[in-house]
């Protein structure tokens, strides 16, 4: 990217803390090869977009995003694997939620430098393929062009901008690491572990035990093999982030201030939640059809990671939308300031995820890219997680019973599986830049990386850095 | 002393016992071919079924049904469609899109070379497992006794299974086998009991599970039947009640391979064949050694004192420097030693548990002795009420699971699929740097199996009933009309 990044057209105001974590940065050129400092909020920032789907050509739109996400390694409209802002991205149409309302797309990607690198990013690599969706889509100034010319992409990205939407919570399991730095990482450990497994099974003979001397041909054979790598680990990146309860403490004070004089107003909201805990209707067992389940789980598990998309409509009722947004405000806030170290609340398969309200509040959309099965991933939801969760999506429709906000609910394994697995739809196009990268991975990688740009200095650092690999 | 109270006569004796005074067993594979004479022949056999927890038994014979098997027993589909999907689709999975490659049955293991239960082959409807104190005469007679009395009825579709008992309970590796069985509560106590009772909705309709639920239990419709007990909505009647499902997979040991392989990753700098450094990385593989003590326990040579241990965890040993991560007996079983920390962990653990009945086949084959080309393996059978959440998370998530506990590339060094090429490694942690195996092969290939349903004693009387003629056409007692069959 760098090249084509231009000046954004003005974009609608978004949330006050989205704004900040797009600050510009000055002098961006990656191609120029200048080193830039990258602040943390530049690595794996969230993008969505959702817009309606012209009806006549919804059909047309499933099908080519479907090509797309079925040959993601050899479409030529869009060269994902060239694509340099991108960790995860993907399409999915969602339908309406009466037959008046028309289908709509919905765009999620996860990305690193400004909104304006990472659109030029996705039109310098696949101009032909944006062109191709977003004419599906209503109000797209270019429906009836053939190609795109590069003078009317100001025009494709305010259409874009246009219907960008704010995520209500956001999570990053790996903060502060960009796409490219994790693909380096992952590139230089296996180049370590392909030069041990040509030493034998047991390469700490060949080096008679000395694991300086062991720690010494590695970064040899790493500069003479993987040079190009090896040197740019020395690139300042992103900061890591750290714990920050300060800042949770200033974003809960006020509400806890509020809460003092508004006492008995809080306990009349209590009882109306239990009253209507009480009252919501739980959806049974079995509805879930077979082949939706079936559907799903066609297209699960052919790499490392899996991807979930989700939509359910809110209850009723200003009370649940309310209750909803306070619940998320208070999961990204942990998950920013707090849930920063690669899991959340005890969770460690999540690369991103995020929460996004649309049609005006009436339907909460879930996206998430993980690690593992989906098995596994609703089972860690359940067994670690379960309080959060239901404290979100008992907003929802035909969650299974709760208590108190966040008790019980997930906690019922059956009906909760199949409450997610009735609510998902299918993704059509789905793109990770890492497929074979795991949360716990990028975390491991990175240590290891540590240890090359400076070399432990105590026989001991040397062997806990060894044990590493 | 338990809360619970099982109603033991009414379930089948498999699930208490594997039946270990019973050296010899066969399984027999059947298809129906005369759904009222084989109801006719149910209705017979369910006096000789075993039920309860027995210490003392003879002749044991037990039961299971696969959901074609109930199709054709006459179960009418929406009966059937109160089971859940991954029985009704079965281990094989129709159109193969999904179950076959979460399992890790591809290539060699796939279901289209599956020498049973695959698409090729017939379906298996009815599975008899016959189990005696010898293989004697007795036993071949009681055997002949069986056929004959399903002649017309039922037929075998595959050879009956003939299973032998290694000694000291082995497999064919050589490696002492189920020794963490768990207990279930309402099931007699061991003395040596290493872990509280695991919920016994874990393995039996009709109890509350590890999540304080009752598993959802297959249900027919309340004027189906005037004897099987009512759901507890009082709404239907309860056919998994006190019944459970079976994972049956047949998996062929190569014995002479496995050895081979591990003498070849141990060999010596001066590349000898080292049998002593064979035998550490096989038992570094498995988690323990071949008399059963658990490498965390005697991480450096095999201690007999060990043998039976099931009182271990890995609290001491984080990083695998003992037991590697990797190692089979850890990744099937990771006991504390999950993320985010050992409570979770012992949960997590804890609703994945399966209770294992498998039998080896085929003669024993002695260590580093060269292939005798005879066949031989494991009729693994595990028991559990969610086939999805227990034995098909165990292969999906942990065995096969190349990304288990934060690894890279290893997938079970003993059962797992191993990618061919560079894809199949086995890390072995060490101070300071650890040991890497590359280029594992597949010593153990699934040759067939299913899913099936082990009723309990009322279930097996209602698909016993006899058939009802209605309108020229035979119809079952599970429905009026739905699943008939031309006289």
Sequence with gaps: ?469 | MNAVTLQKHEIQGLVFSGYPKNEAGTYLLLRVVDRARARAWLRAALGEVTFGELTEYGATLNIAISAPGLTALGLDAPSLATFPLEFREGLREKDEAYRPRILGDVGDSAPSKWAWGGPARPEVHVLLALFGPKNDASFSARLAEHRARFAGALEEVHPAIETISLPDRREHFGFVDGIAQPRFEGQTPRSDASESPIKAGEFLFGYDNEFDKRPSSPSVSASASRHLPATPDGNRKDLGLNGTFLVVRQLEQDVAGFWRSMAEHGKGANGEIDQAQALWLASKCVGRWPSGAPLVRSPDEDDPEWRNDNAFDYSKDPRGFKCPIGAHIRKANPRDSLEPGPDESRIATRRRRIVRRGRAYGPALAKFAADDGQKRGLVFVCLNTNIRRQFEFIQQSWLNNEKFSGLYEDQDPIVGDQTPGYGATFTIPAHPLRRRLVGLERFVQVRGGEYFFLPSKSALGFLSEPVQVADGRLATPASAGAAEVTA
């Design chain 1, 1 to 469: 990217m760098g090249n084509n990044a231009r000046a954004l057209p003005q974009k609608r105001t978004g949330s006050g803390e989205r704004r900040a974590e797009q600050a510009p940065i000055s002098g961006v050129s990656a191609k120029s090869g200048r080193s830039v400092a990258l602040d943390a909020a530049l690595a794996g920032n969230a993008l969505t977009i959702v817009c309606p789907v012209l009806p006549e050509r919804k059909a047309e739109l499933v099908a080519l995003l479907t090509r797309f996400g079925t040959s993601i390694d050899t479409t030529t409209e869009m060269v994902f694997d060239q694509l340099s802002s991108v960790h995860f991205m993907r399409w999915v149409v969602i339908e309406g939620q009466t037959p008046e309302q028309p289908a709509q797309l919905a765009f999620e990607s996860n990305y690193d430098g400004t909104l304006a690198q990472h659109l030029a990013d996705l039109y310098e690599h696949g101009a032909r393929a944006m062109h191709l969706i977003y004419r599906c889509c209503a109000g797209y100034p270019f429906a009836d062009a053939a190609e795109l010319s590069e003078a009317q992409f100001d025009g494709a990205f305010s259409f874009l901008l246009a219907n960008e939407v704010d995520y209500e919570a956001f999570y990053v399991g790996r903060r502060g690491k960009t796409m490219r730095q994790i693909r380096r990482e992952a590139r230089l450990r296996d180049g370590i572990q392909r030069f041990l497994d040509g030493l034998g099974s047991d390469p700490m003979r060949h080096f008679g035990g000395d694991p300086a001397a062991a720690y010494g041909a590695i970064v040899a054979f790493l500069k003479q093999n993987h040079g190009a790598d090896f040197e740019a680990l020395s690139e300042p990146g992103p900061a890591a982030p750290t714990r920050n309860i300060a800042a949770i403490v200033v974003r809960a004070l006020p509400v806890a201030a509020l809460a003092i004089p508004l006492g008995p107003v809080l306990l009349g909201l209590y009882a109306l939640l239990r009253r209507k805990e009480e009252t919501d209707v739980p959806e049974s067992y079995d509805v879930v059809p077979a082949e939706q389940t079936r559907l799903l789980a066609e297209r699960e598990d052919f790499q490392v990671q899996n991807q979930l998309t989700h939509v359910v409509a809110l209850k009723p009722g200003l009370f649940r939308l309310l209750t909803a947004r306070a619940v998320l405000y208070s999961i990204t806030t942990l998950a920013r300031f707090y849930f920063n170290q690669g899991n959340l609340g005890g969770l460690s398969t999540i690369h991103y995820a995020r929460w996004v309200l649309i049609d005006g509040g009436k339907r909460l959309l879930f996206f998430s890219n993980y690690d593992g099965s989906w098995e596994r991933y609703l089972g860690d939801f359940i067994d670690q997680a379960h309080v959060g969760l239901t404290a979100v999506w008992s907003n929802t429709q035909g969650f299974p019973r709760t208590r108190n906000l966040v008790q019980e609910g997930a906690t019922d394994e059956e009906r909760f599986k199949a409450w997610t697995r009735a609510h998902q739809i299918p993704t059509q196009l789905w793109y990770s830049a890492y497929k074979q990268v795991t949360v716990p991975n990028i975390g491991q990688n990175s240590r290891i990386c540590a240890g090359l740009v400076k070399q432990p200095a105590t026989r001991e650092a040397l062997e806990r850095w060894l044990e590493l690999l």
